[in-house]
């Protein structure tokens, strides 16, 4: 298929453009939602040559419905979505949301696709009538701690951390939260910050999973948030908010949180705000010393000083 492909000089950006995207960030919300998507379609769309800007993801999310709720959200496997129907059953319950005159590879539009799927448990894969929620699984908060956003899996959420306001527990790393955690000392209602986790800062944007697998263990991901400019593993429930951007390390408002900072979550409202004056903020960011990486030399060394915003894809700048 991919020699027909070349044959008749069919390419990527004939397939992948803002429509395709947002099929895509379609079925993303009607699955339960994953934060790496946002990365990876940010990145395809800048590849692409295409402007999708991460608020067009929050209003895609408040027109489609929360169909599925697989592991760790809910009870059900990606196995059993497979045998429910799979992704074209889903996209079949979706029809008046996507663009289905589009090419795929297959040779076939959307549409011809989906007319030849149907569900076959509609416990798995559930109608608009019986969504989990009339709203998809991710959300995009904004606010004066993410000026460029930052990502949630809304559907992993319990209903009582859906807003939030505590202290902030500052951490540099994830290790350091990491033993924090571990040692007893982060009690409910804490909001754990773990910062220089984002693509600058780690350097490449490692998953927060040790951390927010640590919390559900615990017991404790129904009364703490997380916060980071890193990501997380799709095993991640709870009220995790990743992605935060500019990170830390692009000397972003995260940057300037010190222990005890107020912060305010709204997953409804898309907000995520750290109770400081404008003018606090950047006093704080700008009595700090520029970020230096520890790699002097070689690839991390290039790709730290070129990688753009978690915001945009984390992609090269140039």
């Given at each position: 298929k991919i020699m027909e492909l070349l044959s008749d000089n069919?390419?990527?950006?004939?397939?992948?453009?803002?429509?395709?995207?947002?099929n895509a960030f379609s079925v993303d919300m009607a699955l339960g939602g994953s934060t790496n998507s946002v990365l990876h379609l940010m990145a395809?769309?800048?590849?692409?040559?295409?402007?999708?800007?991460?608020?067009?993801?929050?209003?895609i999310s408040e027109k489609t419905p929360c169909l599925?709720?697989?592991r760790p959200a809910g009870t059900y496997h990606i196995e059993d979505l497979d045998r429910a129907g799979g992704i074209s059953a889903v996209m079949k319950e979706l029809r008046p949301l996507l663009h289905?005159?589009?090419?795929?590879?297959?040779?076939?539009t959307i549409g011809q696709i989906i007319n030849k799927a149907s569900v076959i448990d509609s416990d798995v894969i559930r109608s608009k009538s019986t969504a989990y929620s009339d709203k998809g699984g991710l959300a995009i908060l904004f606010g004066n701690l993410a000026p460029e956003g930052g990502v949630v899996k809304r559907s992993a959420v319990a209903p009582e951390m859906m807003v939030h306001k505590g202290p902030a527990r500052v951490f540099d790393s994830e290790d350091?939260?990491?033993?924090?955690?571990?040692?007893?000392?982060?009690?409910?209602?804490?909001?754990?910050?773990?910062?220089?986790?984002?693509?600058?800062?780690?350097?490449g944007m490692r998953e927060m999973l040790t951390p927010t697998s640590l919390l559900g263990g615990m017991g404790l991901d129904k009364t703490v948030a997380l916060i980071t400019d890193g990501r997380f593993s799709g095993a991640t429930r709870g009220a995790a908010?990743?992605?935060?951007?500019?990170e830390a390390a692009a000397r972003g408002p995260i940057s300037a949180i010190k222990e005890g900072d107020i912060i305010s979550i709204d997953i409804p409202n898309n907000k995520l705000e750290v109770l400081l004056a404008d003018d606090e903020?950047?006093?704080?960011?700008?009595?700090?010393?520029?970020?230096?990486?520890?790699?002097?030399?070689?690839?991390?060394?290039?790709?730290?000083?070129?990688?753009?915003s978690a915001s945009s894809g984390a992609v090269f700048s140039k």
């Open positions: 069919i390419c990527p950006r004939d397939i992948i453009n803002p429509h395709s995207l947002e395809i769309a800048h590849e692409a040559g295409v402007e999708f800007p991460l608020d067009k993801i929050n209003a599925c709720k697989l289905l005159g589009l090419k795929t590879v297959s040779g076939l350091d939260a990491t033993k924090a955690i571990m040692g007893g000392k982060i009690q409910p209602g804490d909001v754990l910050v773990i910062r220089y986790e984002g693509p600058k800062g780690g350097p908010i990743g992605h935060v951007s500019p903020i950047i006093k704080r960011i700008n009595s700090l010393d520029k970020f230096e990486t520890r790699f002097k030399t070689g690839y991390l060394a290039r790709y730290t000083e070129n990688v753009t």
